[in-house]
């Protein structure tokens, strides 16, 4: 239970945060209105950050936020992942949804006077920005490669040239960088959802909330945000496992 309520709230955290800045840009009359590219990955970056401090505070010590995260994990053998596998996935995904609601409540006034349905959407999923799946596929492949290798690296106890490990405090401004640098790189051509969670879980509530002239939550393309991840992850361990 303490790994599902320590995903459920960092989860939360990093949606509310993350999301939040998309609608902050994206949303008519928001005081950070066309803020640009830089202020949406960079609240992401520091979503995630303060997702994995509040979902180690809260009893998930792993705090993954993320079921390619997860997936990547077990595959690399983790047996405490393994064994909690249900406690992660559910966790992560429901708390997506919460943070989603928590979202469209901060900016409730500013859905009616928005008349792009495609930003409303964007405030709550991603998308791409030339849709072709099988490419949009294989980017989002790649950035969450990047992500599970790069948070592997991290994470490890010590490295194996040096022997020197990251004290854990550092770990979550570390893995924000990452996200965020990310962002920036490779987040153009998707939206970088690097993550099912992140994705599915809001692109439910969109489906669900009444939000004021929204269109319709866009279920064609969400395959590629929920596979992507889970084939990037799954390839970035395999590879930390060969090597």
Known sequence: MDIFIGELLGTMVLILLGNGAVASVLLRRSKAENGGWIVITAGWAFGVMSGVFTAQAF???GAHLNP???VGM?????PEVVAN???YLAGQVIGAMIGAVLVWLTY???WAITDNPDAKLACFSTGPAVRQP???LVSETIGTFMLILGVLAITQT???VTGISVPGGLAPYLIGALVWGIGLSLGGATGYAINPARDLGPRIMHTLLPIAGKRDS???YAWVPIFGPLLGGALAAGLASVL
């Open 59 to 61: 009893g998930s010590a």
């Open 68 to 70: 390619a995260v997860t």
């Open 74 to 78: 077990a595959l690399a053998g983790a």
């Open 85 to 87: 596998a249900g406690s």
């Open 108 to 110: 409730l006034p500013h």
């Open 134 to 136: 099988a490419a949009n």
């Open 158 to 160: 010590a490295t194996p």
């Open 218 to 220: 866009d279920w064609g």
